[in-house]
């Protein structure tokens, strides 16, 4: 989900600003580089060494991070059939122990390496039974690096194996072999148990949070309808369990998350089929909201770039429909969006109000990039669209009248797309890069390489003055927001693209807006040069500034709504951040100083009396930017070498897209619900 919590800091101050003696140190350092400078990282050296490299951070995400890469080695046992139970269990010491009950760690000696066969896995990357296809046919773990990751950045780590009658034991400390593999006795059962404690000497947070890896394990057990997954918190005064186990699957995955929209359909349509080998499983619900959400898997693992799969997915569904409707003369219109030809539902149309969950397993899956987020195999889309194609035909004989509701909600969907074309071209013409083109409130920089450039999104016309004149013009640049932007979660595309607001931010940032981004043959329409584009964008940090109040939140959570929901690729690519301007100024003897939180201002307090007792202190509480003058805004929010700002990240989709459903949809049920679980954690409430 999107939390301050998920936040990470931002990067140094870009390279442009390096202050010349910073070069040359680097022209010193180059003609200094030789080959005795060359590091040989052995073992899990290079683990320890680059975390980041191999969990993604050392934060909260980066220890929950662990936590999954055993699971997912559990989760792949069961895609092999021989696992139906796994237990998670965060210990009163605060270690955490993972246990499954699936055939066991190989503990025989590796006749190439000479060494037990657990030994290599825990111990050295790349190791594992990943790359045998007669061994895991298929698996979400693709380099062999997982578990040995966990040792190596764990402060101990301890593997216990029932394997061949006999229960196996291994200890480690930061990644080394502190114990011989022993026999600890007899045993009827097989699995693994994998338990460690985390690094303090490598993780900013070590402390495992119940919610965060429940909705992962949540997710995993709506995938895998066969395993049950259970989560154990024994932590003293947090003594918690959880079974979380789905007979439904993704029908139940579907429900769940829109349990805060009203379904227009009686059920979720299920759709089930295997070609080449290739199962695949989809499941999906209309709803009374303009969103869509697809979920797409891959052998469990989210792929949240989409690729072939989904592609296959969004073909089948646009064509369906508009074959069932054609055949059974249910439009009503009768010609296109642009007055050729007979009329045609285009992908955005049919996707208004979609919920899916899309689930597909691969033997050898090619995925762009490490992070493993988008489908590459070019043969998976031609197989779901087959499949899917077929399903739908069958289910739509049967049930006429879902089939019906679903053509009339996608061909009202497709009269408000029409209707807001003339705004989108608008956005469009004023999207290009020619600075004439652009709003006129916008304070634009003089630096046109996006990598260095930054867009704040101000709360206010006074901030946005402020902001202005206290900014670097070189690479920010500043666009005032006058009042609350529209919500985006109620409104449809017509409304949306003809508010003020969001025109000029579509129009500063240059991407455009919208598209169906699918292979050819999807559908009969043209594509718009307005489609969004990432690479058209104008500013690869976009930066949300609004004020420390209850209004500040909202304009910042309506932001946040728009962009997750109708651009989620500047938010999945890193672009998007919160700023942190202060809560209070401090003043002592002539002198200023600056606290973001409310614990900040209490230890700042305390050191200040300590250091000059007699000083007298004055304590002033921000409730505005616009009460900060240039010089004071640029000090404490704007300048990189000292600001911070918050990045903001999608750790679980599906979870987001629940958070972000309750707190601006429709449903004042499930709203107030929310409201009232988490109102115990609100410290301070500024109205």
Known sequence: ?????????????????????????????????????????????????????????VSKRGLHHLVYEVVDNSVDESLAGFCDK??????????????????????????????PALELVMTVLHAGGKFDKGTYKISGGLHGVGVSVVNA???????????????????????????PLKTAGNTTKTGTTVTFKPDPEIFRVTVFDFETIQERLRELAFLNKSLEIELVDERPGQERR?????????????????????????????????KEAVPVELAFQYNDSYNENIFTFVNSINTIEGGTHLSGFRSALTRSLNQYAAKNNLFKGEKGAKGKGAFTLSGEDVREGLTAVLSVKVAE?????????????????????????????????????????????????????????KAKDLIRRKSALDSMSLPGKLADCSNKDPHLCELYLVEGDSAGGSAKQGRDRRFQAILPLRGKVINAERARIDKLLNNTEIQAIITALGTGYGGDEELAGETNGESNSSDFN???????????????????????????????????????NGHVYIAQPPLYRIRQAGKDYYAYTDEQQEVLMKRLKQ?????????????????MNPEQLWSTTMDPATRTLLQVTVEDATEADSIFSRLMGENVETRREFIETNAKFVTFLDV
């Open 153 to 179: 950045l764990s402060e101990w780590c301890r593997v216990e194996v029932h394997r061949g009658g006999k229960i196996h034991t291994q200890e480690y400390h930061r990644g080394d072999i502190a114990t």
């Open 611 to 627: 250091e000059k007792k007699t000083s007298k202190i004055e304590v002033s509480r921000y409730k505005g930017l616009g009460e």
């Open 86 to 115: 796994i237990n998670v269990t965060i210990k009163a010491d605060g270690s955490c122990s993972v246990t499954d009950n699936g055939r066991g760690i190989p503990v025989e000696m590796h006749k190439e390496e000479g060494r």
């Open 1 to 57: 989900m999107i939390t301050p919590d998920m936040f990470s800091e931002e990067d140094p101050l870009p390279a442009a600003d390096k202050k010349p003696a910073d070069k040359e140190a680097d022209k010193i350092a180059a003609e200094d580089y030789s080959a005795d400078d060359i590091t040989v990282l052995k073992g899990l050296e290079a683990v320890r060494k680059r975390p980041a490299m191999f969990i993604g951070d």
């Open 242 to 274: 959880e079974v979380h186990q789905y007979k439904g699957g993704l029908s139940e995955f579907v429900a769940y998350m829109d349990r805060s929209r009203i379904a227009l359909i009686p059920k979720p349509i299920v759709i089930e089929g295997e």
């Open 365 to 421: 899956p090619q995925f762009e990039g490490q992070t493993k987020t988008k489908l590459g195999n070019s043969e998976v889309k031609g197989i779901c669209d087959s499949i899917i194609m077929e399903g739908m035909a069958d289910y739509f004989e049967r049930n006429p009248s879902v089939a019906k509701r679903i053509i009339e909600k996608a061909e009202l969907a497709a009269r408000s797309r029409e209707a807001a074309r």
């Open 534 to 572: 990432l690479a058209n964008l104008r500013y690869h940090k976009i930066i949300i500034m609004t004020d420390a109040d209850v209004d500040g939140s909202h304009i910042r959570t309506l932001l946040l709504t728009f962009l997750y929901r109708k651009m989620p690729q500047l938010i999945h």
